[in-house]
């Protein structure tokens, strides 16, 4: 009974030391993780052009609306013929013209967009998942 008690005792003594190293190592890992920066370079330009591409597509979106209330805007025909025969010019421009040309520029806003979206996304090939590596091993862990 007594060999039990010993026993008891030497793993409850083991368990505080095993509490204690996890504690020191706690310790340390907070002290390096505080030290370092929030973000790598790539991380923060990343994260710049992902603002950029959520712009970009938010313009894109503006010109779609202004698309849509051009098109409802009447069409003006205005003209001059000559007299004695001459060809006749009349120039035709209104809603149509104008949503046509919002549109492609939306088309352009959200190309631009797609464009820094893939650009923040990428990363390149020294740079793990979760951080720089170095000798094998991630930066961030």
């Excluded at 095993?18 to 993780?33: D, G, H, K």
């Excluded at 950029?52 to 003006?76: C, E, H, R």
Aim: net charge positive.
């Amino acid at each position: 009974m007594m060999d039990v008690k010993t026993q008891q005792v030497t793993e409850a003594q083991d368990q505080i030391t095993a509490l204690q190293n996890q504690s020191a190592v706690t310790q340390i890992r907070y002290n390096f993780y505080s030290s370092i920066a929030h973000m790598n370079e790539w991380e923060t330009a990343a994260i710049a052009l992902q603002g950029g591409a959520l712009i970009a597509n938010g313009v894109a979106v503006i010109l779609d609306m202004a698309s849509g209330g051009a098109y409802m805007t009447p069409k003006i025909t205005a003209g001059a013929s000559g007299w004695g025969g001459t060809p006749t010019a009349t120039v035709t421009y209104g809603g149509e013209n104008i949503g046509n040309a919002t549109a492609k520029w939306a088309n352009v806003a959200r190309g631009l967009g797609g464009i820094l979206s893939q650009a923040g996304a990428w990363r390149p090939p020294w740079v793990g998942i979760r951080g720089v590596k170095m000798s094998g091993r991630c930066r961030r862990i």
